[in-house]
T-cell receptor
Framework: DAGITQSPRYKITETGRQVTLMCHQT?????MFWYRQDLGHGLRLIYY???????DKGEVPDGYVVSRSKTENFPLTLESATRSQTSVYFC?????????????FGPGTRLTVL | AQSVAQPEDQVNVAEGNPLTVKCTYS??????LFWYVQYPNRGLQFLLK??????LVKGSYGFEAEFNKSQTSFHLKKPSALVSDSALYFC????????????FGDGTTLTVKP
């Protein structure tokens, strides 16, 4: 399917477990992003990637790991989940330059850490 | 550091009346400004953006926004609100030289009453 997809859509896990959230886009956009959305905080950038094998930290990177071996995939891993990481996670992709720059968002993953 | 302020958590308007959702920003370089809308249990959808050019930007669904450099504002407007416009609206800013790091406001919930 065309567009940007996230899996799973819902996930319940326990404190200390490793969790990986998947993100896949079909547009070959160079930039990809991970955000978390919490009540009262809007969206906060966790990590972004400018291209395959190029990643950089955002505002709240602690406790998260990303990789980007292929342009279309940008998985987010919580190495040892904590309750404070309960949130809704959004992946986005974008091209930049020449007036583009719009971010296209996935449907989100609702993660609950017990 | 860049920042976005959406001073109103909630805006209520009657259907058919004009609406304004406020946004002010702070960024060190040239601002790239965006408005996104989020419907319940969905990802964010792009509405409009200002990168350069005319200060009045027109976007999707009849929305428009005016870039005001002296007041560092980018308020979202619509001449006649619809009940279906009820949603959560986010303003975002990034520095024109850093495509990776966008900052989102905390969001404004717009409720349009019949």
């Amino acid at each position: 399917d065309a567009g940007i997809t996230q899996s799973p859509r819902y996930k319940i896990t326990e404190t200390g477990r490793q969790v990986t959230l998947m993100c896949h886009q079909t547009w070959s956009h160079s930039y990809m992003f991970w955000y978390r959305q919490d009540l009262g905080h809007g969206l906060r950038l966790i990590y972004y990637s400018a291209a395959a094998d190029i990643t950089d930290k955002g505002e709240v990177p602690d406790g998260y790991v990303v990789s980007r071996s292929k342009t279309e995939n940008f998985p987010l891993t919580l190495e040892s989940a904590t309750r404070s990481q309960t949130s809704v996670y959004f992946c986005a992709s974008s091209e930049v330059g020449r007036g583009r720059d719009t971010q296209y968002f996935g449907p989100g993953t609702r993660l609950t850490v017990l | 550091a860049q920042s976005v302020a959406q001073p109103e958590d909630q805006v209520n308007v009657a259907e058919g009346n004009p609406l304004t959702v406020k946004c002010t920003y702070s960024v060190s370089g040239n601002p790239y400004l965006f408005w996104y809308v989020q419907y319940p249990n969905r990802g964010l959808q792009f509405l409009l953006k200002y990168i350069t050019g005319d200060n009045l930007v027109k976007g999707s669904y009849g929305f428009e926004a005016e870039f005001n450099k002296s007041q560092t504002s980018f308020h979202l407007k619509k001449p006649s609100a619809l009940v279906s416009d009820s949603a959560l609206y986010f303003c975002a800013v990034r520095d024109g030289t850093n495509a990776g790091k966008s900052t989102f406001g905390d969001g404004t919930t717009l409720t349009v009453k019949p």
